[in-house]
């Protein structure tokens, strides 16, 4: 299903911690970035990357991304005639790093071959990683076998119902060994911290209540490649079978230092819910979902939320299954008086439908805040096409900018009318917004509050099928890059303005609107 939506949609997004230090082929373009080098220990930031080498007249691609720390890898260098490519992204800082590989001991699990009597070597594997657990292998039993450091890699087959609630002082990885496919029921962590999960696969189907795929809570805990869906053909699904079949959140996360990294979502309520401090969630895909695509909040009314990172992901083909929900592309929302703070959302792509086929394409909206207070929202160099008013919206925000953005979409309004979708900055129950800049964007409708707003360098326009190379909302085909002699080219401002635009590739001026250059 994946492969048939990216065959439709057109648009492209480099999603940072993709270098690969390629070469580009002369005059074609752009190679690729520098992998990250390890990341740095509390947030001081990881090695320079190798660098990628741009082709003649072309442009390098950026940098690996770092994981958690600070860091990322070097920007490439251009070629001869082009210009340097972005550095890779960093994490979040102050954080425990995680390692490149496991330093410890390597033990294997495999529940279709393996026995619990046997020493968790790759020739005599244990069974299922629920068995491994069940027999105290794992902390925080004492006499655990693995230890931190360590590493356990699952082979093919099922590994249940999966339980973690060690804290422990150092990472310790629980990966899909090379070439296999493990699946699990659920996976559940509890006051958890230093692990790392990847390449797992979780598949279940939901009771009629509140199942979730994987549910984490703890600090330093690095998601990353893994896959979640309640089950892979839904074609026969009904809207009904959606509202009590589908998973209620794929990924739900809370704590501190939680990276969220090249998760593939599908066939699930909500994709992704975080809450809590120092949270990034880049490079996921989430495509075929009933509700929202990525929540970020306080569901619980306590605690913090602040210094989160939301960028790369790609969010398509949204539903409408009738459960009354209103959805959300991107969300945000804190309670009690809190206020959440520091929140970059760059670089993602958001589109209500690619797949011609869709059932019951849902009303959502793009990228918004509705409730409490936030301080510190940047929005760059996103792509938004919604079926509904908001866009982008921001509701009595603080000292945040909408920047670079493209934003469209079309609707029926309960009334008959065919509305556009907008980028809005509003009052929040009579709190203003203030100091928000909205710059540089193009779309079809601005919808601005008369204070505390700086507008400026915004193209409008009613007929984006002139102003990019391919905008079909018949059938959902976009390729959103500026049309030669567009009216976006050359609009922008310098001020403020990303330095690289959603592929990576460097903004010089004259700076284009939108989020590609």
Avoid at 90 to 114: E, F, I, Q
């Amino acid at each position: 299903m994946k492969l048939a939506v990216l065959s439709v949609l057109v648009v492209t997004v480099a999603a940072a911690g993709c270098g690969h230090g390629n070469d580009g082929v002369d005059g074609a373009g752009p190679g690729s970035g520098g992998a990250a080098g390890p990341d740095g220990g509390g947030g001081a930031g990881g090695t320079a990357g190798t660098t990628g080498k741009g082709g003649v007249g072309g442009v390098a691609g950026e940098g690996g991304a770092g994981r958690t720390s600070a860091t990322g890898g070097a920007a490439g260098t251009g070629g001869a005639g082009g210009a340097s490519g972005k550095g890779g992204a960093g994490g979040t800082s102050g954080c425990a790093t995680p390692p490149v590989a496991p330093s410890g001991h390597a033990y294997y699990a495999d529940p279709v071959n393996g026995a619990m009597s046997n020493d968790g070597s790759q020739s005599k594997p244990w069974g299922s990683l629920s068995a491994i657990i069940a027999a105290k292998k794992l902390p925080p039993s004492n006499g655990a076998t693995v230890q931190p450091g360590d590493a356990v890699y699952l082979m093919t087959g099922s590994h249940g119902d999966v339980s973690l609630n060690a804290a422990n002082p150092d990472f310790i990885t629980l990966a899909a060994a090379a070439g296999q496919t493990p699946m699990l029921s659920s996976l559940k962590m509890d006051s958890a911290s230093h692990w790392i999960l990847s390449g797992l696969t979780v598949q279940a189907l939901n009771n009629g209540g509140y199942v979730f795929g994987i549910r984490v809570d703890g600090s330093d805990l690095v998601l990353e490649g893994n896959a979640v869906l309640s089950q892979a053909d839904v074609s026969a699904w009904t809207q009904s079978d959606w509202q009590t079949k589908a998973l209620y959140y794929a990924i739900n996360a809370s704590g501190n230092c939680i990276s969220l990294l090249n998760n593939r979502m599908t066939n699930v309520k909500f994709g992704v819910g975080i809450s809590g401090t120092n949270l990034l969630v880049r490079g996921n895909t989430i495509d075929h979902f009933g509700d929202d695509g990525i929540d970020f909040g306080q569901g619980t009314g306590s605690g913090t939320i602040g210094n989160i990172e939301i960028s790369g992901n790609v969010i398509t083909n949204n539903l409408d299954i009738g459960d009354g929900n209103h959805n959300d592309g991107i969300q945000g929302w804190v309670l009690n008086g809190t206020t959440g703070h520091d929140v970059t959302i760059e670089s993602n792509v958001v589109i209500v439908k690619t797949d011609p086929n869709l059932p019951w394409k849902g009303s959502m909206q793009g990228i918004s805040e509705f409730d409490g207070a936030w301080d510190g929202i940047q929005i760059t160099n996103n792509v938004v096409m919604a079926a509904a008013y908001h866009g982008i919206a921001l509701y009595g925000a603080h000292n945040s900018t909408i920047i670079n953005n493209t934003v469209f979409g079309n609707f029926v309004a309960p009334n008959g009318d065919v509305n556009e979708t907008w980028i809005g900055v509003f009052d929040n129950g009579g709190s203003p917004p203030v100091n928000v800049v909205v710059r540089n964007n193009i779309s079809g409708l601005y919808s601005l509050a008369g204070t505390g707003v700086t507008a400026d360098h915004n193209v409008l326009t009613t007929n984006p099928q002139t102003n990019f190379v391919q905008f079909n909302r018949t059938t959902f085909q976009y390729d959103l890059h500026p049309a030669p002699g567009s009216v976006q080219l050359g609009y922008g401002s310098t001020q403020l303005a990303p330095a690289y635009d959603i592929t990576g590739a460097q903004r010089v001026p004259p700076i284009t609107a939108g989020a590609y250059q």
